[in-house]
């Protein structure tokens, strides 16, 4: 095939173009020979309309799944690192804390939780493990938490001081055993009669409300009643007990608000009636001092008020010394009135007060409760001793008919034997004896 048959570069590559409709056939022509040909022809080809010839069927595209994604290949190596970082500080992620399972008292409050860390090695310490009549158990035991919380308000929230106050007061109840004090043990009438009393009153709202009346204007004498310092505070003692009992607080259900109100408190009252002795008696400092030490430490956190009644103004010293002791916020609940007929005023229970104290029932002697009391057998004088020898010489009986002189003759036998001494002081009278016997013999 000759130079001119051979079609041109631009239709051989037309023809290889896949897909190019083949354009009809026209006859060859001459064109010269110049290098500027193909450009010459493309540009007429680019001028020419586009209507002129058929445009090429489009070739359709590749399938798309065929192609690599660029987006996705970028999300993947985006997502990659992350992955990895998530997983590497999985890795290095500390363990989880176990759930806190504490009541929520123990949650709010870390002072009482510390306070719990400690009790076991308290009870350890002191021996003994019960307060108040309840036996100190755990933090789940509520009768137990309240009893804590007390001495840990009493101190302010300061775990170190609440936990040496209730040491020093578990101490203390293994040393005196107030229970034994307050439930088996007797009093002298003589000493202590009249002196102090428990009763309960009914509060609209609050249930039933503990009270404690000491009345030292009972006292008969100074030296017999507080001569005796120790005995002095075991009555006291058993009188707070017997108040403390009252309370119930070895039947709580339910923990005390730590910042609320306290429904386990008593209210006391003091009335000083007539009481003109304690500016000077150095005896009664002695023995206030002393209880005033073994409560604060004793009992704390067991009073919601104390009223100090009929009070004259050279009782002054008494709030000094109570100072030095008790804490602000306890001080805050001590209230003086001059003339204890304005007492019932400060309750909503007014009427059930003694009439005395501003209210419409009985004297505290019928009204309210004492501790256990006795009668103090009389000291035997001289002469009395020397009347009575004979008698014991002659008879055993007559001997226990002195010791114990309140005690009758259980039947006619008994009564026998001190009737010898007048028969025998009676000569002329010989057939009385006789006549006595012979029922007897029956």
Request: aromatic fraction near 8%; avoid cysteine; charge should be negative.
């Amino acid at each position: 095939m000759s130079e001119a048959e051979k079609p041109t570069q631009p239709a051989a590559a037309a023809a290889e173009a896949p897909g190019a409709e083949k354009a009809p056939e026209q006859p060859p022509k001459e064109l010269p020979v110049d290098d500027k040909a193909p450009k010459d022809d493309k540009d007429k080809q680019a001028e020419k309309p586009a209507t002129d010839t058929p445009a090429p069927a489009a070739t359709p595209a590749p399938a798309q799944a065929q192609a690599p994604d660029v987006d996705a290949i970028e999300v993947q190596n985006d997502s990659t690192p992350n992955t990895k970082k998530e997983e590497q500080a999985s890795e290095n992620k500390a363990p989880e804390a176990p759930a806190d399972t504490r009541p929520e008292y123990l949650k709010k409050n870390p002072a009482l939780s510390q306070l719990f860390e400690k009790l076991a090695s308290i009870t350890e310490k002191t021996g003994p493990n019960e307060m108040w009549g309840v036996t100190l158990k755990d933090s789940a035991d509520v009768p137990t938490v309240n009893v804590l919380i007390k001495f840990l308000r009493a101190n302010e929230g300061n775990v170190r001081l609440a936990e040496e106050q209730l040491i020093k007061a578990l101490e203390w109840r293994k040393k005196m055993d107030p229970l034994t004090l307050a439930e088996k043990t007797s009093y002298s009438s003589d000493k202590f009669k009249g002196l102090g009393y428990v009763a309960n009153y009914k509060d609209p709202k609050e249930g039933d409300v503990v009270f404690t009346w000491n009345i030292y204007g009972a006292v008969k004498n100074i030296d017999n009643t507080f001569g005796d310092i120790n005995e002095f505070i075991k009555w006291r003692v058993a009188l707070m007990e017997m108040a403390v009992k009252d309370l119930k607080l070895n039947e709580a259900t339910s923990v005390i608000d730590y910042y609320g109100e306290d429904p386990y408190q008593m209210v006391q009252v003091h009335d000083y009636q007539n009481v003109s002795f304690l500016r000077l008696n150095p005896t009664i400092k002695a023995a206030t001092k002393q209880i005033i030490e073994v409560f604060s430490t004793a009992y704390p956190e067991l009073l919601s008020e104390k009223f100090f009644v009929n009070v004259p103004t050279v009782m002054g010293w008494v709030f000094t010394a109570l100072k030095v002791f008790l804490s602000k916020n306890t001080l805050k609940k001590f209230h003086p009135i001059s003339n204890g007929a304005n007492l019932a005023r400060e309750f909503k229970f007014a009427d059930e007060l003694p009439k005395s104290y501003g209210g419409k029932a009985a004297d505290l002697q019928e009204s309210a409760r004492t501790v256990a009391l006795k009668d103090d057998a009389p000291e035997p004088s001289p002469a009395s001793e020397a009347a009575a020898a004979p008698a014991a010489d002659t008879n055993g009986a007559a001997k226990e008919a002195t010791e114990i002189p309140a005690e009758a003759p259980k039947s006619a036998e008994d009564a026998k034997p001190a009737e010898a001494p007048t028969a025998a002081s009676e000569p002329e009278k010989p057939a009385a004896p006789a006549a006595t016997e012979a029922p007897a013999a029956k």
